[in-house]
Nanobody
């Protein structure tokens, strides 16, 4: 069974950067596409970025040019580098399978962009 542990969130000013990490347990990680999702207060969870097992990325329009998703299959970890952060990026960020999840969610990591 896959377990997902997100980390790296925090409070940052507009224009700042953060790097999120998602450590996944389970032998299927290297063959599974992974994604980062976020949920802002009062809003539905949305896909931010996905990456195939071979490393091909896909981004939501709202983050293109600012966010970069990557993965290290040797470490069973997927990353989200977030630059030029905006107030509207404030949300809890989760990783999961992409485009279909594993049927559960981790605890997520809170990202707050505020001056």
């Amino acid at each position: 069974q896959v377990q997902l542990v997100e980390s790296g969130g925090g409070l940052v000013q507009p224009g700042g950067s953060l790097r999120l990490s998602c450590a996944a347990s389970g032998s299927i990680f290297s063959i599974h596409a992974m994604g980062w999702y976020r949920q802002a207060p009062g809003k539905q969870r949305e896909l931010v970025a996905g990456i195939t097992s071979g490393g091909r990325p896909n981004y939501a329009d709202s983050v293109k040019g600012r966010f970069t998703i990557s993965r290290d299959n040797a470490k069973n970890t997927v990353y989200l580098q977030m630059n030029s952060l905006k107030v509207e990026d404030t949300a809890v960020y989760y990783c999961n399978g992409y485009p279909l999840g594993f049927g559960f969610w981790g605890q997520g990591t809170q990202v707050t962009v505020s001056s």
